[in-house]
């Protein structure tokens, strides 16, 4: 039987990127009340913000999520405007992926964080933090969360998610790849 993982908590408090966000959202202006808005709630959701390395024996992951009270308090926006609904949701999309950039700076390079097997070690350490993978899923039940190697291990070679994701399926080629030494497609021939 493995021992069990170490969990360690980050106070980590990303900075708000203005700019950054704006190129998540897709938008090229925002209005002087929106933009008061939205500092609002990364104020307000910031404290709740998770942040833990989950340390097992010969790997590590770092773990990341917003509460369901988020989810629903953005489930609310979107049920009152879709537009703001849209603003809303990228901010909680916008603040995980500004945490997960701190402490690696590679996803913020590669615009990618590996989703790792969900290995039971991994499983369990997560159910200690009451965050969970979905039935038979390689997803997490929250919505706004990410579950990556910690540190950096590589890229779409490494990622549970490959048959979902647009940078594995061609279908965004303005996506860098880091793509690790033998999980070419087509590796090139050996030297004879």
């Not at 913000?49 to 992951?61: D, T």
């Not at 603040?95 to 039971?120: D, H, I, K, N, Y």
Request: hydrophobic fraction near 40%.
């Amino acid at each position: 039987m493995s021992a069990e993982a170490k969990l360690t908590k980050h106070p980590i408090q990303p900075y708000f990127d203005m700019e950054a966000y704006m190129l998540l959202s897709q938008e090229s202006r925002l209005g002087g009340a929106v933009v008061e808005r939205l500092a609002a709630l990364w104020e307000q959701w910031l404290p709740l913000l998770q942040v833990y390395e989950v340390r097992g024996e010969k790997i590590s992951w770092l773990a990341l999520w917003l509460p369901e009270s988020v989810e629903n308090q953005v489930d609310g926006c979107w049920s009152a405007s879709p537009a703001e609904g849209w603003l809303v949701n990228t901010l909680a999309q916008f603040m995980c992926m500004s945490a997960v950039q701190e402490l690696l700076p590679e996803v913020g390079e590669f615009r990618c964080a590996p989703s790792p097997r969900p290995t039971r070690a991994l499983r369990e350490a997560l159910g200690r933090l009451r965050l969970s993978y979905k039935e038979n899923a390689a997803t997490l039940s929250r919505r706004y969360a990410v579950v990556t190697h910690y540190p950096y291990r590589g890229g779409c070679e490494i990622c549970q998610l490959q048959s979902h994701c647009p940078k594995e399926q061609g279908k965004d080629e303005n996506l860098p790849v880091l793509l690790l030494p033998g999980y070419e497609k087509n590796p090139a021939p050996a030297d004879r």
